[in-house]
């Protein structure tokens, strides 16, 4: 059962324009959430987290959108540049307590056209 | 910034041979966890170590063993090798403090058996 979820496997966007990638949870446990970037043969690159505790969280050019009554996350990303194109993957933990293991989405393919 | 090492980047190896896989987490993290991904998937959980004790376990083989040693760094031996083990292995470091922990990815090794 996969429990952190990003129905569509990729998105094309132009240059410029804004890039929205979704992911969708199903594990009301969950209290922090993390999007990761990530090339082939290379391991995940941190981008921007969001606790539970908050509704937005924005680093430069990223934004992060979390809903928590819909549990549904976004990923903006403002103006999306042709080195955004990436795999982005959603994850998520139940930060409190030890056990803070990752669970991850099948992840986002980003193509940026210039 | 000192990165996540993973030691070594790529590994091939026969059916039923043994293989071990390193990792040195960022300075001053006090955690390490482990991660497979498979052709195509998203990366899933195997384990995790906090201050040198197993603080979690996930989809393990009973063939894998890990352990953290005293200086933090961590290895992951892998015996009885088989054709489905081939998989990128990530491991990622984080510092407990705080109310959450991000986990920072090393570059992974990447395991063929053959």
């Known amino acids: 059962d996969q429990q952190v979820k990003q129905n569509s496997p990729s998105l094309s966007v132009q240059e410029g324009r804004i890039s929205i990638l979704n992911c969708d949870y199903t594990n009301s446990m969950f209290d922090y959430f993390l999007w990761y970037k990530k090339y082939p043969a290379e391991g995940p690159t941190f981008l921007i987290s969001i606790s539970s505790i908050k509704d937005k969280n924005e680093d430069g050019r990223f934004t992060v959108f979390l809903n928590k009554s819909a549990k549904h996350l976004s990923l903006h990303i403002v103006p999306s540049q042709p080195g955004d194109s990436a795999v982005y993957f959603c994850a998520a933990s139940a930060a409190t307590g030890a056990n803070s293991k990752l669970t991850f989405g099948k992840g986002i393919t980003l193509s940026v056209r210039p | 910034a000192a990165g996540v090492i993973q030691s070594p980047r790529h590994l091939i190896k026969e059916k039923r041979e043994t293989a071990t896989l390193k990792c040195y987490p960022i300075?001053?993290?006090?955690?390490v966890y482990w991660y497979q991904q498979g052709p195509g998937q998203d990366p899933q959980f195997l384990i995790s170590?906090?201050?040198?004790?197993?603080?979690d376990k996930g989809s393990i083989p009973d063939r894998f063993s890990a352990q953290q040693f005293s200086d933090y760094h961590s290895e992951l031996n892998m015996s009885s090798l088989e054709l489905g083990d081939s998989a990128l292995y990530f491991c990622?470091?984080?510092?407990?403090?705080?109310?959450?922990?991000?986990?920072?990815f090393g570059p992974g090794t990447r395991l063929t058996v053959l």
């Open positions: 990622a470091s984080s510092s407990r403090q705080g109310y959450t922990d991000t986990q920072y």
């Open positions: 170590f906090y201050e040198k004790m197993q603080s």
């Open positions: 300075p001053r993290h006090d955690t």
